[in-house]
C-alpha cells in the first residue's frame, strides 16, 4: 500500500528530476549562439578567421546558412569561394530567387559575364517573369550582347511592356539581326499609336524598312513626318534606293510630288519616265524645262535632250535661256547631228556662232556645198591638215560637178607631186582625161620595161599616132644604155607602119642586134619584102647565138621566097639549137643525098631514125642509100624494115612490095587501092609499071584503052 502510494511520487519526481534537466540543458541552448548568429556577428566585426571557421564547420548546411555564407564570402572579396557554396545549393533550388541573385552577383564579381547571362537568360525563359526579363535586358545591355537583349525586349513587348525607347531598341535590333520585315511592322503599329512621340531615328528607320514594299503615298507620309521634326530627309537619295530595289513607279511618284518637283531632281524623273517607255511624257518635260529656264539644271537638259536623240531641244533651251551659250565643243557636235537639217544649222549659228566651223573644215565644206556656197567650201577646203588638203579640194570639186577645174587641178598637183603621179593617171584615166593621162605616163616612163611605158603602151594602142611614135624615137635615141635604146627601138619598130619602121631599123646602127634583126624580119615578112627578109635572115645566121624562141621566130617570119641555101642554113641551126621542126632532119637528108653526100645523107637518115624509127621515108632512103654503097642486098633489110612499119593498102607498101620482088602483092594492093579510088590516074600507071615488070606487057597497054 504504500509502495503503491510512493510510485506516483517518484514518477513525479522523476518526471520533476528530468523536467529540471530539461529545463537546464535548454537554459544551456539558450544561451550559446547559433551559427547564423556567429556569421552575423563575424561578418560585423570582419572576423576573417571565424568566418573561415564557420565556412569549414558548415560545409554541409542547408540552403539559407550557404546562402549567408556565400554573401559572407562575396562581401570578403572571394567570389569564386562563394560560387562553390553556390552551385551545388543552388542546383536543387533553381527556383529560388535569392539564390539566383546571389548567383548572378557572383559571377558579376568574378567577371564571368557569359555565364551570368545563361543563368539570367534560363531563369527568364522559365519564368518568362517580367523581373526576370528586365534584369536580362539590364545585364545583357551592360555587357553589350544584343543578342539577349533582343530576347529580354522581345518577351517584355509579348507581355506589352515595353514603352516607346524600348520599342524602338527592338526594332532597331531586329533590322541589325536581319528582321526587317519584323522592324518595320513593329515601328508601323507603334507609330500607329505614339503618333509624334516618336523618334526621329526610329521613324527614319521606319522609312528605311518601308522603301521595298509602301507605296508613295505612304512613303510622302513618313516625308511630312520627318520634316515636321526638321529632319528632312534626302529625296533625291530616297528615289534613286527605290530605283536601285527596282520600283520606279514609286520613285517617279516622289519625284512628281510638288515636293520632288525641284531642278535637282528633274533628270531622273525624265529618266524614269524614259526608262518606264514613257517616251512621249520625256519629251514633254524636256520641252517645258527648254523653254522655261530654271526647271532644269543646264547639264540635264542638256544630257537629257541627248539621250532623247533631240538635239533639238538643246537650241530651244539655248534660245530661251535655259542653258549658257554653247561652247564651240557642243555647237559642233550639234552640227554633226544637225547637218542634214539647214534650218537648224542656222538656228545653231545664232546661237552659238560659227566658230565651231574651224573645228571640222570637212563638216563646214558638206554644209557649203549643200547650200552651193563654192567660194565658203574651198576656203575651208584649205584649213583642212596639210595631208588632206588635195582629197578635201578634189572632193569639192566632184561634189559641185566641175570636171574642167578637177581636171586642171589633178594635173598641177601631178607635176607638184610626183610620187601621186600614178594614182592621178588613173583618177584621169577614170574621168576621161587620156591625153592628160598619157602625158603624165610620158614623164613617168623612163625605163622601156616599167610599169608606166607598159601602161602607156596599152593606152595607146597598137597603131600610136605620129606623136607617140616621135617619143618613142626619141626614147631610143636618148636612152643611157645599149640595152635600153634597142628596147626602145624594138618597142618602136612594134608600131608605127610596117614599111616605115622597117626603114628605120635598117637605118639604126642598131639594127644589127638580134632583137632589132629579129623586128625586122618581121616587118620584112608583113610587108612581103622578100629581098629586106633575107638580108635579115643572112644576118641572123652569121654564126651567132640562137635561142629556142629566136629560133622558132625566124622560122615562122621567113618568105618562101628565101634563098634555098639559106633555108637549109636555118634548118640546121634549128636542128642544132634544138628547135628542129618533124621535117627538119630529112631535109638535110635529102639535101645531101640530091648533093651526092652520101656519108652525110647517112648521118641524117640515122639521126632521123634515132627519133622516129618507124618513119618509112627516112628507111626507104637509108635503102636507097646502101643500094648505092653496098648494091640491092644491102638495101633489102631496109625496105623490109620500112614494109613493117605500116600495114593497110598504101602505094608507099605497094612500091615496098615491088621493091622486094613481092610483084604479085604489089598488084593486088594496088588494084585495091585503084577500086577504093577510081578517079585516081597515077594508081593507073603504077598497075601498068607493075604488069610490065610481071612480064605482061599487053595487059599494061590494054589499062590505057578507052
Known sequence: MIAARQAPIVAALGVAAVGTGLILLAGGWLLAPSTGEKLSAAMGTADRSTLAQLAQETAGGDAGTQALIARSLLAAGK????????????????????????????LAAAGRQNERLALLHEAAARTDGEADLRRLRVVALAAKDAREERFALTGLARMARLE????????????RNGAGRAARMRLAAYRDTAGRTMSVDAMQRLLRLSLDSADARTLEGMFAALAAHDASPDRTGIIDELIARGRPRVALALAGEPAGTIPSLWRR???????????????????????????APPVDIIAVAYRLGAPDMILLAAEHGAIPRPDVTLALDLARRLADRRAMIARLDRVAGGDWRQRDPWLAMRLAVATNDRATALRYANMVAPDQRDAA?????????????????????????????????????????????????????????????????????????PAALAWLRRRAGEADTAGDRLRWLTLYAMRDTPKRALRVLEDNALGGDTSALIAWLDLSAEVGDSGANQRAVRRLLDGRALSTMQ?????????????????????????????????????????????????????????????????ATALMLMADIEVRQRGDRGGRPWLQRALAVGDGDSRTRSTLLARLGRTDDALAMTRRLRAVATSDRSLITDEARLLIAAGRPAAARALFLP
Request: zero cysteines; glycine letters at 8%; charged letters at 25%.
Open 393 to 465: 579640194r578634189e572632193n569639192l570639186l566632184t561634189r559641185f560637178g566641175d570636171m574642167a577645174g578637177l581636171r586642171t587641178y589633178l594635173v598641177e598637183r601631178a607635176h607638184r607631186d610626183p610620187v601621186a603621179r600614178p594614182v592621178l593617171v588613173e583618177r584621169l584615166l577614170a574621168m576621161g582625161a587620156r591625153s592628160d593621162a598619157t602625158e603624165l605616163l610620158q614623164t613617168l616612163a623612163v625605163h622601156p620595161d616599167d610599169m608606166a611605158t607598159r601602161r602607156l603602151l596599152y593606152l595607146w594602142g597598137p597603131r600610136p599616132g
Open 79 to 106: 567570389p569564386d569561394q562563394a560560387l562553390a557554396r553556390l552551385a551545388p545549393v543552388a542546383a536543387g533550388h533553381a527556383d529560388d530567387p535569392v539564390l539566383i541573385a546571389l548567383m548572378s552577383q557572383a
Open 164 to 175: 516607346g525607347a524600348g520599342i524602338e531598341r527592338l526594332a532597331y535590333l531586329e533590322e
Open 269 to 295: 524623273r525624265a529618266e524614269l519616265l524614259t526608262g518606264l517607255g514613257d517616251e512621249p511624257g520625256a519629251r514633254r518635260l524636256l520641252a517645258a524645262a527648254a523653254s522655261h529656264p530654271g526647271i
Open 551 to 615: 629560133l622558132q621566130r625566124v622560122t615562122a617570119s621567113v618568105l618562101p621566097a628565101t634563098d634555098p641555101v639559106l633555108r637549109l642554113a636555118l634548118v640546121r641551126r634549128r636542128v642544132a639549137g634544138g628547135a628542129a621542126l618533124p621535117s627538119d632532119r630529112m631535109d638535110i637528108a635529102w639535101a645531101a643525098w640530091n648533093a651526092g653526100d652520101l656519108p652525110a645523107a647517112r648521118r641524117a637518115v640515122g639521126d632521123q631514125l634515132a627519133v622516129r624509127s618507124d618513119d
